[in-house]
């Protein structure tokens, strides 16, 4: 059990002991508060000492002083005493009802706190110690308890009440401790279980960034180095190529590249950005690598900056995929917006696949556009056929 779950359980034992205690103790006092029930002089005697008592478990049930344990039990034997002093006007039938009660459940209520294992931040002591503990003070509650009342109340009968009220309590004192440490320790265990999911998730998800990275990124450029550049000049490819370099230094060095809004990576975290600045950038980019981009629609929109980097990013892999892909130099973006949503709809007129075909072995498709999407609230339709073009829809949430 952690520290945090010892503490827990000691609180719990000792409001325990605090609730069941002043339970029994104003119980007992009742016995003799009404008029007739006990004569003045032993309720001026014993008035002081309940309060003591009752101070005394108000207190423990706060933050445990060990003081106020040994001050509360030895006022309660005191408390016994007087109330079968005969001088005192004791014992009566109402003196040896209080005396029980206080006997059988306000002392025995400290039982709690050493089967409980509840005080000194919860170092347990050792069984022996504590049961022991529990023996002589039951036996020195039982002895007085039996004397305050022997003259009104059948030999043994008061003791067996003693016994019952202490055993019970001692049981319910370490049946609690032991319950509330078993359900600790599961909440733990849970809790750790979660943390190894959680901790599985973000490996998870930092793997899936950093395939769509590579893909977006350093896969793109070699693959246009693969087919020799055909349609991107020299001066295009070194500049793509540099930024895949800065980039792949930045991984090596320890860094943690994000997406920036001219569709690329970059170290620092981006704020929310006006999207038609941005999509002047990804048209440069497209001419630059030798695709032709016609646009049309909303200019600026405003998104927040992740769901901003993600549909960007898609849209870029799109116009990407009709570049290498579709057989023509030249695509059409339409992007509109309501209440809730931005579109964009990328369309070429180029040789068209079948999308079925494709399903989840694609990484450009799959993670760069579709999850990449889903991870920020949003959707991706596709509609293509062989010979018919293609037609891809992301919807972004605002």
Known sequence: MTVSGQRGNARLMRRTTRLIGLIFIVSSFFCIEVPGAAPSVMLLTVLPLYGIMAIGLYLIGGT?????????????????????????????ESTVSAATLLGAGGLASLSILFMGNSWRLGKPWRIGWRIGWVAFAFAATAALTEWASDTLTPAGSTVAIVFVGWLAISIVGYWMSVSVARALKRVNHLGLAHLAERQATEVESMRRQGARLMHDTVLATLTLLAHSGVGVSPDALREQAAEDARLLRQLRLGGTPMPRETAGYMVEATETTELGHTLESVKQRCLRMGLEVSWHGAGRILLRSTVLDAFLLS????????????????????????????????????????????????????????????????????????????????????
């Open 64 to 92: 445990l002083t060990f003081i106020w344990l040994p001050i509360t039990f030895v006022t309660g034997l005191v408390t016994i005493w007087a109330l079968g002093f005969d001088r005192l006007g004791g014992p009566t």
């Open 315 to 398: 849209l870029a892999e799109c116009l990407e995929n009709v570049r290498r892909h579709s057989g023509v130099g030249a695509a059409d973006v339409t992007i509109t917006e309501d209440d809730t949503t931005v579109r964009a709809v990328v369309t070429d007129a180029g040789v068209g696949f079948d999308p079925g075909g494709v399903g989840g072995t694609s990484l450009g498709i799959s993670e760069s556009i579709v999850a990449r999407m889903h991870d920020v609230g949003g959707r991706t339709r596709l509609f293509s056929a062989p010979g018919s073009g293609t037609t891809v829809v992301i919807e972004a949430p605002k």
